[in-house]
């Protein structure tokens, strides 16, 4: 597992401070940042990016005026805990919990009084991480890109995809324990007399082993989880996807981007960059419990229409007019 940690120099970098006769120079706040899978990963270096953004906006730079501690769980969720009690034991003033609903959840079970800022897939609500969204009366708030309340539309537009009563199948992170997209595709699934069938995965090995049965089992389409460790294994289930013939819908962008065939989801980027802004109200003084909960505002629909000619499929024009992007 690697870690990253950035400490703030005193020797040559002191020298270089204005002196000032009886002055003392502020201590330097520590923010810890746990993440559920790497900090390596496109998709996890571009959320850092924006999360470091809005930190800078809010006027705090890493290496200047903050400290950072990372720590990554790899994917594996059960290191979460011990990760979470090194970052409180480093005394930092915060911490920022990404990568999975597993990470503030580890967090929040650590420590009661150290502000925690989440951007997290999931419902908090549901989840458990905060009792309201407007006013989160505890010491945690954050953003949401609240995939489960998407999750209907993806069933909808596979089912556009994939005419017929063909089962669709939904791929999630056997792992993850606040996964609530299922419920909501249960719902959505029954309202449109169609089969979902769910496929669990939670290494390399058993994502290869859930598309062979769903080749076995004649899945018409797929429906991949925002999990963390499915972003950072995106090549492999594009591919898989590709391989099977399995017209997928993702609920990232970046996967259409990298060749998978749609994508519907929220603009990742800008909420991570409010993640990062909170944690800067926070470090400066504002508490948690005053900062609602930010709900995605902004939708975009991608197609890869390279993908889709490669796949035994139509697309139909509602959806080439719908797209806010079609990748050609």
Known sequence: MR?????????????????????????????????GVSFEGPFAARQRAAILEGLRESGFVEGQNVAVEYRSAGGQYDLLPGL?????????????????????????????????????????????????????????????????????????????????DSSVGYLKNSTNTFDTDQT???SAARSLGRQLAVFGASTEYEINAAFQSMTEQQIGGLIVSTDAFFVERRN??????TKHAIPTIYAISQFAEAGGLISYSV???????????????????????????????????????????TLPLKVPQTLLVAADRVIE
């Open 236 to 241: 492999q289930i594009i591919g898989l996807a």
């Open 267 to 309: 603009d990742t980027d800008s909420l991570n960059k409010q993640a990062g802004i909170y944690a800067g109200r926070i470090l400066k003084g504002e508490k948690p419990a005053d900062l609602p909960v930010i709900l995605p505002t902004k939708f975009e629909l991608v197609l890869n229409l390279k993908t889709a000619k």
């Open 3 to 35: 870690r990253r940690k950035f400490i703030t120099l005193v020797g040559g970098a002191a020298a270089g401070w204005p002196l000032v006769a009886g002055a003392q120079q502020p201590a330097v706040q520590v923010i810890g940042f746990l993440n």
């Open 84 to 164: 979470a009690a090194d970052l409180l034991h480093r005394g930092v003033a915060i911490i920022i919990a990404t990568g999975s609903t597993n990470s503030p959840q580890a967090v929040k079970a650590a420590t009661s009084t150290i502000p925690i800022v989440f951007a997290v897939g999931s419902d908090p609500v549901a989840t458990g991480l905060v009792n309201n969204l407007r006013r989160p009366e505890a010491n945690l708030t954050g953003v949401t890109f609240n995939t489960a309340a998407l999750s209907p539309k993806r069933l909808e537009i596979v089912t556009e995809l994939v005419p017929g």
């Open 184 to 186: 909501e595709l249960m």
